[in-house]
T-cell receptor
């Protein structure tokens, strides 16, 4: 079972460049999330989606965009990359139908903006 | 405003000892409290979770203690092993906040 798959695993961007972090899940989960993890700061929610065509901002959405055209995919777009976006990004999915918000995480994308 | 406060930031325990990590929350609407375990280079993975209708939940060497009146919950790792060395995150969700709110994490090192 693949679970939640993120690509790429590593990426170096120059300031002002753009890129898309890919996330796909094969568990038919309605909910998907993007978090960023900075040292000593835990996981902060960037954007989330409760189903195809529905997205909403989390705690730290500035500088990012998302779309959810299918249940399986939830890409995160970085426009005009800035050094402050250097972080590890995690995609997660969950199904509220399981009775709890058990989130399954991908392996992460380590992004460095120079 | 940090809704879930976790302590300590780091913890060193001898093999066989008990590791204790504490979390406190503010939002009384939270009704689901999971703990996630993260190894270096990996994504967090659910370890154990509790709902506020019980005061304790045990799974193997891992136990969650929950104090609803104090709005606190803790993770106890009994007979800690070097393989338990990881970063542990507490989290909470519920009410109007359907998403998981994470603590800042505790880096646990278990010395042989």
């Amino acid at each position: 079972n693949a679970g939640v798959t993120q690509t790429p695993k590593f990426r170096i961007l120059k300031i002002g460049q753009s890129m898309t972090l890919q996330c796909a899940q094969d568990m038919n989960h309605n909910y998907m999330y993007w978090y960023r993890q900075d040292p000593g700061m835990g996981l902060k929610l960037i954007y989330y989606s409760v189903g195809a065509g529905i997205t909403d901002k989390g705690e730290v959405p500035n500088g990012y965009n998302v779309s959810r055209s299918t249940t399986e995919d939830f890409p995160l777009r970085l426009e005009l990359a800035a050094p402050s976006q250097t972080s590890v990004y995690f995609c997660a999915s969950s199904s509220i139908g399981q009775g709890a918000m058990r989130a399954f995480f991908g392996q992460g994308t380590r992004l460095t903006v120079v | 405003q940090q809704q879930v406060k976790q302590s300590p930031q780091s913890l060193i325990v001898q093999k066989g000892g008990i590791s204790i990590i504490n979390c406190a929350y503010e939002n009384t609407a939270f009704d689901y409290f999971p703990w996630y375990q993260q190894f270096p280079g990996k994504g967090p993975a659910l370890l154990i979770a509790i709902r506020p209708d019980v005061s304790e939940k045990k799974e193997g060497r891992f136990t969650i203690s929950f104090n609803k009146s104090a709005k606190q919950f803790s993770l106890h790792i009994m007979d800690s092993q070097p393989g338990d060395s990881a970063t542990y995150f507490c989290a909470a969700s519920g009410g109007s906040q359907g998403n998981l709110i994470f603590g800042k994490g505790t880096k646990l090192s278990v010395k042989p």
